[in-house]
């Protein structure tokens, strides 16, 4: 079977796992990690965190919690920033956050289940947020209006920090490629992990006027997403979602249901 990694981090660890399953490996990986263009507003809340700290911390990826940690010891301020944390409810959406927590010696105090920003708000609406100071640690740029709406009205301050910026990581051509692909019933699973994959592809599919091309070729091949995020990310596009891990959405459980189903086709 080929399977089409649009992964980019860990893609190698991904295309390793599956390899060794039997598939054939169809790199495309979509969106690279990268820091800010400026620092200044990370090194702000930083600074503000070592000096201040939060009632709460929200944290919505690990890539950001490490990347903050990193800033933080770079500006000199890592033991500062720790102990705040120590002190700080942490509230983690998803299993990343969590390892990246227990990796500094730490464990979430709130694991929120789903792991979205409504499962957070769900999770939070059970407490008193009013005049609490709240640090929210965002996915890529995205500014979650949503939840920073949800816990203004609920009475919080709210700070927000994206400790890193996503950039495409694979030129067009290659992603018209991978569409041509799809659509040519050449790729028998697709395995997105982030929704800004679904957002990049369907960018260039429909600026490359291969939009109904991309529609026919998901159509034919199994879709999996790694959480519901993913997930809602393509239902929202109407594309059907075949292969979703039943819990911890991390990247070896995607991988165990993607060879699961390989072995069931």
């Known amino acids: ?31 690279a990690l990268m820091d800010p263009p400026d620092f200044a507003a990370v090194d702000s809340w930083l600074d503000e965190f070592a000096k201040v700290g939060f009632d709460d911390l929200i944290l919505l ?19 500062s920033v720790l102990n705040q944390l120590k002190q700080t409810r942490k509230i983690t959406r998803g299993g990343k956050p969590a390892r ?22 769900e999770a939070l609406g059970a407490f ?6 709240v640090g929210l640690q965002l996915y890529g740029t995205d500014p979650n209006d949503y939840l920073v709406n949800f816990l203004k009205g609920a009475g919080a301050h709210v700070a927000t920090v994206a400790p890193y910026a996503q950039a495409p990581a694979s030129d067009a051509k290659l992603v018209q490629d991978l569409i041509g692909a799809l659509a040519a019933g050449k790729i028998d699973v697709i395995a997105f ?14 600026d490359s006027g291969l939009e109904s091309d991309l529609r026919t070729g998901l159509e034919r091949s199994r879709v999996a997403a790694m959480g519901p995020i993913v997930a809602e990310s393509l239902q929202a596009r109407n594309v059907r979602v075949d292969i979703l891990p039943k819990d911890r959405f991390v990247m070896k459980r995607l991988t165990d249901a993607i060879v699961l189903a390989m072995a069931n086709a």
């Open 100 to 121: 990246v927590l227990h990796e500094l010696g730490l464990a979430p105090d709130i694991a929120v289940s789903p792991p979205t920003s409504q499962g957070v708000a």
């Open 61 to 79: 990826t690990g890539e950001g919690l490490r990347r903050l940690m990193a800033r933080a010891r770079g500006l000199g301020i890592f033991d």
């Open 193 to 206: 992990t982030s929704a800004v994959q679904v957002d990049r592809l369907w960018q260039i599919g429909m």
């Open 1 to 31: 079977m080929t399977i089409a990694l649009p992964e980019t981090r860990e893609i190698e660890r991904m295309a390793g796992i599956l390899q060794e399953a039997g598939a054939t490996i169809f790199r495309c990986p979509l969106v």
């Open 128 to 133: 008193s947020l009013h005049q609490r100071r």
